[in-house]
């Protein structure tokens, strides 16, 4: 798509103008020429996918994924003339073979940014530097129309063609391209792995915050004397998470692993079946359910306060609001 700054309209404009004073050139071979004009003033891209935007000299892996992803931009229906001028012929899109059937070179593209002809692979897959590149793998393409020739883009064409780096980069591209029709690319799997991993912790998670809610209810104690896994004096919380875990595959192998850190004294990363983490689940429970009062209280006329107290073991006042 160009947003070519010399509309038709304007064209027009113009045609009228001058053809009213000046001679009769015909409205046709003005337009043709005003045309012209209109196509070396500036064609802007809005193509995202014009690899002439590409400034790296090696492309990063996202880009080579986005472009490769999206395929080469079709070509533009008319090209730039070089120094003689001669237009670039289409020609060049093609190999003709003997028997008058046309091969397409699917691999040329045409950047409107840069006004400039680019291998497609070449550009995105070569390890080459900058010395030993053909034109058609550079940032800035095949271009300079004033110092060079169109002309000579054939023979560059078919020597980059049958250039051994070439088809390296051919190949590659036209491998990634499967890779990514098929979705198995590794970023795929890696994000599918991820997705996984989450949704598997947000189980375990929802496990450990149901048995704390029902110990919660019922005042029960949580901790026993032992924090190890298969210990009958592992307390009330860790010994319901291992009865859940006979029914429960998720559970089931999660506490596997932990009971296998512990046994071989490997610590693990996280395994949220701590004290710790018993008491932080504790706490966001405690913080909801004031929220709830809170929000309650808020919205009566009138409430009441029931306050008891008591000592503890350590004949420290401990102090419950109802
Ligand atoms: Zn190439």
């Not at 400034?55 to 892996?61: D, G, M, Q, V």
């Not at 093609?94 to 699917?106: L, S």
Request: proline share 4%; net charge neutral.
């Amino acid at each position: 798509m160009y947003f070519v700054r010399l509309h038709y309209a304007d064209v027009k404009e113009n045609v009228i103008d001058e053809n009213e004073n000046i001679l009769p050139k015909t409205s046709t071979a003005r337009l043709e020429e005003l045309q012209d004009k209109a196509d070396d003033v500036q064609l802007v891209s809005s193509n995202n996918y014009d690899i002439g935007l590409i400034k790296e000299l090696f492309c990063t892996a996202e880009q080579i994924e986005k472009f490769v992803h999206h395929g080469p931009i079709a070509h533009p229906t008319k090209f730039r003339k070089d120094a003689l001028p001669k237009s670039f012929t289409h020609t060049l899109f093609h190999i003709a073979m003997p028997n008058v059937e046309k091969i397409p070179r699917d691999w040329l593209t045409w950047s409107e940014t840069k006004n400039a002809l680019y291998c497609f692979p070449c550009r995105l897959f070569s390890k080459m530097p900058e010395t030993h590149r053909s034109a058609l793998s550079l940032p800035t393409g095949y271009s300079k129309p004033k110092d060079n020739k169109w002309k000579k883009l054939y023979e560059k064409i078919s020597h980059h063609q049958s250039s051994s780096g070439h088809k390296i980069c051919y190949v590659e591209w036209r491998r990634l391209e499967e890779n990514l029709r098929d979705n198995t690319t590794i970023n795929f799997l890696l994000n599918d792995n991820i997705k996984t991993e989450v949704e598997r912790w947000r189980q375990i998670l929802r496990r450990v915050l149901d048995v704390i809610l029902f110990l919660g209810e019922r005042g029960l104690a949580f901790r026993g004397d032992s924090h190890l896994i298969g210990d009958p004096k592992n307390g009330n919380f860790l010994g319901i998470m291992e009865l859940i875990g006979h029914y429960d595959s998720i559970l089931h192998d999660h506490l596997e692993k932990v009971k296998a850190s512990q046994q071989s004294h490997k610590r693990m990363q996280a395994h949220y079946l701590s004290n710790d983490i018993q008491n932080e689940f504790i706490q966001c429970c405690t913080d909801k359910v004031t929220d709830v009062i809170l929000d309650e209280r808020e919205k009566c006329k009138h409430f009441s306060m029931i306050v008891d107290a008591t000592p503890d073991t350590a004949h420290i006042q401990q102090n419950v609001l109802f």
